[in-house]
């Protein structure tokens, strides 16, 4: 590791660090002040250091505000970062991750702020360095009968999630939706809108920018105090920057959630999506969603699920591909500190267009197979610090046989929360 490589690092991370500490820092000390404590015992008995430890986990109160700062530290050994076909290129990864949450209670309603920052450092290739940064703010309001939920998410980011590149893909995304329903005898009727926006950094990908405004309307029926039916109906515009992707869909979904038996809890929808595409295959199926979270010990909870979706692509020409995924994991506490996690996902896509540019080689109806496999043991030493070894395998197998790859990554990380 390069010397220069080690000290920025460090300057960063004592930086963020820093940054970390300051708020809840000056927080402390207005708080501690009013109590008398500043330090030494003062008259509620308590020196400074056993306030600390009374408050680290729980966050902090001022005036009535709760603000909870966190911290996150990784360090990630990655087989294959650029997800190549064949032997890939490997990677020590550093990570640091700070992040605050702000919850404001106003009598019954609730205003919730949160921002997180990711610094990412690769040794060997730094053209990869990344810095991510999220914010997501909420308010909820209840009147009684009525509720309004508002939101508002935003995004810069260069991760791979939420897209069909394998390659690192810059972009600004924007999520904003408002929410409201009414109570009354045992149904509840609920309206929402949402608007989702996303807008590449780079010019050849510009063509995939996307806005999209959704509507849906749905009514609740409570057939017990643990058992709830619905049926929701949505429509969603798809609005692209290059107008031939343009899409519109109808769907309409029923089904149950709650607790049907002893230490089982269970959601699932079904329904119909029908949605045409401009100047392409349009894409009519049908979609569901199943979810089983069984609890048979107080330390062991087991959640398996199914989905089945329609989604965009941004593969070539290819405008929707129709996905599976199979999904299971299953949590265990070992001892009151200890506890270990276990999850696989089996997803497959199907493209409902057929490539005809011959885009990476391939001309025909792409088909991809991908299986993750994702294991990890976390220690909490007290309520704000804990630490963790995480082993994840990820693997894609596709009829377009150049994005096929194998990933295995290995990370230490430790996590503080105030």
């Known amino acids: 590791m390069k010397i220069k490589q080690i000290v920025q690092r460090s300057k960063k991370t004592l930086a963020l660090l820093l940054i970390f500490g300051f708020i809840p820092t000056q927080l402390l000390l207005a708080a501690t002040a009013d109590q008398g404590l500043e330090g030494k015992a003062g008259k509620t008995g308590k020196g400074l250091s056993s306030w600390i430890d009374d408050q680290l986990g729980e966050g902090f109160e001022v005036g009535g505000i709760q603000i909870n700062p966190r911290f996150r530290g990784e360090y990630s050994l990655d087989d294959n970062v650029l997800l190549e076909q064949g032997d890939g290129k490997g990677d020590s990864i550093f990570r640091e991750i700070p992040g605050i949450e702000i919850i404001v209670p106003i009598q019954q309603h609730l205003i919730t702020v949160d921002y997180e920052a990711e610094f990412e450092q690769f040794m060997k290739l730094p053209r990869e360095n990344d810095e991510n940064q999220y914010f997501k703010s909420e308010i909820n309001l209840s009147f009684n009968k009525l509720y309004i939920?508002?939101?508002?998410?935003?995004?810069?980011?260069?991760?791979?999630s939420g897209t069909t590149f394998t390659k690192r893909s810059p972009r600004f995304e924007n999520t904003a939706f408002v929410q409201a329903g009414y109570t009354f005898n045992r149904f509840t009727v609920e309206s929402g809108y949402e608007s989702f926006y996303r807008s590449f950094d780079n010019s050849s990908q510009n063509r995939l920018d996307?806005?999209?405004?959704?509507?849906?309307?749905?009514?609740?029926?409570?057939?017990?105090?643990?058992v709830q039916t619905f049926v929701e109906y949505s429509i969603?515009?798809?609005?692209y920057r290059n107008d031939t992707?343009?899409?519109?869909?109808?769907?309409?979904?029923?089904?149950?959630?709650?607790?049907?038996?002893?230490?089982?809890?269970?959601?699932?929808?079904f329904g119909y999506e029908n949605l045409e595409v401009q100047n392409s295959k349009d894409g009519n199926n049908f979609i569901s969603q199943i979810g089983v979270i069984y609890t048979p010990f107080a330390r062991t909870s087991i959640d398996a699920g199914y989905l089945r979706s329609q989604e965009q692509s941004t593969f070539s020409n290819t405008t929707i591909y129709k996905q599976d995924l199979l999904f299971l994991t299953v949590n265990q506490g070992i001892t009151q500190k200890l506890s270990a996690s276990a999850s696989f996902y089996y997803i497959n896509q199907d493209y409902e267009t057929v490539n005809r540019f011959g885009a990476a080689g391939f001309?025909?109806?792409?088909?991809?197979?991908l299986i993750t496999v994702d294991t990890k043991l976390v220690y909490e030493f007290t309520d704000w610090v804990s630490a963790d070894v995480r082993y994840q395998y990820n693997r894609r197998s596709s009829n377009a046989a150049v994005f096929d790859y194998n990933n295995s990554i290995v990370t230490v990380g430790f996590t503080l929360t105030a």
């Open 149 to 160: 939920n508002l939101g508002d998410d935003i995004t810069h980011t260069s991760s791979r």
């Open 210 to 226: 996307l806005h999209t405004h959704k509507f849906t309307e749905s009514i609740f029926f409570d057939l017990t105090e643990k």
């Open 236 to 239: 969603t515009d798809f609005s």
């Open 245 to 269: 992707r343009d899409a519109f869909s109808n769907k309409i979904l029923a089904g149950v959630t709650g607790d049907l038996f002893p230490k089982t809890s269970v959601y699932a929808k």
């Open 363 to 369: 001309i025909g109806d792409r088909d991809d197979d």
